[in-house]
């Protein structure tokens, strides 16, 4: 998935009320500018000097209280690069899709996106998987520790009501999976994060033992843009 435009570099100051982030550009001058990661963005943003990259708004997004450019990656070791856009991990799930790039989801075919599901929730997409269908939700994983990629960053109840949902459909019959979007090159596998959401954990657990399927798509971000690079392993624990 490329970019408009390529990336416009800067350094972080600080975050302030989740969405805002103080950047000082290469010039000197510090703006503020959009970031669309509510989380807490562990192992990402975390520490002033840590470079980011960022997109221009577009003109017809912008009004007098927006930002003119929004947070796009960071970069908390060097040259390793993180996507901290959670809103484009659904575009690049359906180039993922689309184009056959994981193995386990070479037979699906996109029937619907943003399907009403569960108790006045939405799955991301609904697909077709050898006549089956198959609700499949999308995360964005950002987290790292150690060579793990780790989701929720923050205690999610959103999160463990999807899971819950996606149980309930795969009891019914139908096919359910989660595809984790993990947006940075240095993480080999994926977990859920049991010291950040025990109860997100719990819920994967359950989920998973009762059908739900699980997928991961590792990401190279980069200046002009998000490339899918290989899948990876998802495990339930850490061993």
């Given at each position: 998935?490329?970019?408009?435009?390529?990336?416009?570099?800067?350094?972080?100051?600080?975050?302030?009320?989740?969405?805002?982030?103080?950047?000082?550009?290469?010039?000197?001058?510090?703006?503020?500018?959009?970031?669309?990661?509510?989380?807490?963005?562990?192992?990402?943003?975390?520490?002033?000097?840590?470079?980011?990259?960022?997109?221009?708004?577009?003109?017809?997004?912008?009004?007098?209280?927006?930002?003119?450019?929004?947070?796009?990656?960071?970069?908390?070791?060097?040259?390793?690069?993180?996507?901290?856009?959670?809103?484009?991990a659904n575009?690049?799930?359906?180039?993922?899709?689309?184009?056959?790039?994981?193995?386990?989801?070479?037979?699906?075919?996109?029937?619907?996106?943003?399907?009403?599901?569960?108790?006045?929730?939405?799955?991301?997409?609904?697909?077709?998987?050898?006549?089956?269908?198959?609700f499949l939700e999308v995360k964005s994983v950002t987290y790292r520790e150690n060579d793990a990629g780790l989701f929720p960053d923050a205690v999610s109840e959103r999160a463990s009501r999807h899971l819950t949902e996606l149980e309930r459909c795969s009891g019914e019959g139908d096919l359910a999976a989660i595809l984790f979007i993990v947006q940075r090159p240095d993480v080999n596998h994926v977990l859920p994060a049991d010291r950040i959401d025990p109860a997100y954990g719990k819920a994967f657990r359950k989920a998973t033992s009762n059908g739900v399927m699980t997928f991961a798509m590792r990401i190279s971000p980069q200046s002009t843009g998000l490339y899918p690079e290989i899948p990876l392993e998802v495990r339930s624990h850490n061993f």
């Amino acid at each position: 998935m490329r970019y408009r435009e390529s990336l416009i570099s800067g350094t972080f100051v600080r975050r302030e009320k989740r969405y805002s982030v103080l950047v000082r550009m290469a010039d000197g001058q510090e703006i503020w500018a959009h970031s669309p990661n509510p989380g807490r963005l562990l192992s990402c943003l975390e520490h002033p000097g840590t470079p980011v990259y960022l997109s221009p708004v577009p003109e017809r997004e912008k009004n007098p209280t927006k930002y003119r450019f929004r947070v796009e990656q960071s970069e908390p070791l060097p040259g390793v690069r993180v996507g901290i856009n959670p809103l484009l991990a659904n575009a690049l799930a359906d180039e993922v899709i689309r184009e056959k790039l994981h193995p386990d989801l070479a037979a699906a075919r996109i029937l619907a996106r943003e399907v009403p599901f569960g108790a006045g929730s939405r799955v991301d997409f609904l697909l077709d998987m050898k006549g089956k269908r198959l609700f499949l939700e999308v995360k964005s994983v950002t987290y790292r520790e150690n060579d793990a990629g780790l989701f929720p960053d923050a205690v999610s109840e959103r999160a463990s009501r999807h899971l819950t949902e996606l149980e309930r459909c795969s009891g019914e019959g139908d096919l359910a999976a989660i595809l984790f979007i993990v947006q940075r090159p240095d993480v080999n596998h994926v977990l859920p994060a049991d010291r950040i959401d025990p109860a997100y954990g719990k819920a994967f657990r359950k989920a998973t033992s009762n059908g739900v399927m699980t997928f991961a798509m590792r990401i190279s971000p980069q200046s002009t843009g998000l490339y899918p690079e290989i899948p990876l392993e998802v495990r339930s624990h850490n061993f």
